[in-house]
């Protein structure tokens, strides 16, 4: 059964800071990993989607990379803003369609 | 841009009714969610249906159904509600690229 995690839970960053989430799972059978940001209150952004073929995405100020053989997926956040402040949460896809989604990370930016 | 629409946004509900959360997607993706989002306990599907037609049994399908007639419309119906099903429920829809899109949620208190 595939176990996807996130840590830390929670983390709080001075704006302007470069920082990285991270995101681990234990079976590398996976066809693709997404990265998500939830508001409060919010449903669930897609952010970047990776597929098992590929390293890394990128969207402005946003890299994420895959690694499949280490289990292990990183959401790099360039010159952090008060605005990225939210949840952030990966999911990976295995076999039968199986969606696996880690618990988050609850990011804040602060001034 | 509408993306996957959900209704009610909010609700209060005796225990015992009966209740259906409406999910309509306009994006003409196959795949299409119901999730329930508990704190600490992450994201759990509750049935998924992979196309028109048809539906599956996730993760926490007990005390709850659902329909697919079309491509657009997946509603969610609790026959007979129970405090345990508080929650805030999303619904999904995936891209053939494995890319999800959620909808706003739908906050569901039974008492």
């Known amino acids: 059964k595939q176990e996807v995690t996130q840590i830390p839970a929670a983390l709080s960053v001075p704006e302007g800071e470069n920082l990285v989430l991270n995101c681990s799972f234990t079976d590398s059978a996976i066809y693709n990993l997404q990265w998500f940001r939830q508001d409060p209150g919010k449903g669930l952004t897609s952010l970047l989607l990776i597929q098992s073929s590929q390293r890394e995405q990128t969207s402005g100020r946003l890299n994420a990379s895959l690694d499949k053989s280490s289990g292990r997926s990183t959401l790099y956040i360039a010159a952090s803003q008060p605005g990225d402040s939210a949840t952030y949460l990966c999911a990976t896809q295995g076999g039968g369609n199986k969606l696996t989604f880690g618990t988050g990370t609850q990011l804040k930016v602060e001034l | 841009i509408a993306g996957i629409t959900q209704a009610p946004t909010s609700q209060i509900l005796a225990a015992g009714r009966r209740m259906t959360l409406r999910c309509t997607q306009d994006?003409?993706?196959?795949?299409m969610y119901w999730y329930r989002q508990d704190l600490g306990l992450g994201l759990r599907l509750i049935h998924y249906?992979?196309?028109?037609?048809?539906?599956g049994k996730g993760e926490v399908p007990d005390g709850y159904s659902v329909s697919r007639a079309n491509t657009d419309d997946f509603p969610l119906t609790l026959a007979s509600a129970v405090p345990s099903q508080t929650s805030v429920y999303f619904c999904a829809s995936r891209t053939g690229a494995g890319e999800l899109f959620f909808g706003e949620g739908s906050r569901l208190t039974v008492l």
């Open positions: 994006m003409r993706h196959n795949a």
């Open positions: 249906s992979n196309t028109a037609g048809t539906t």
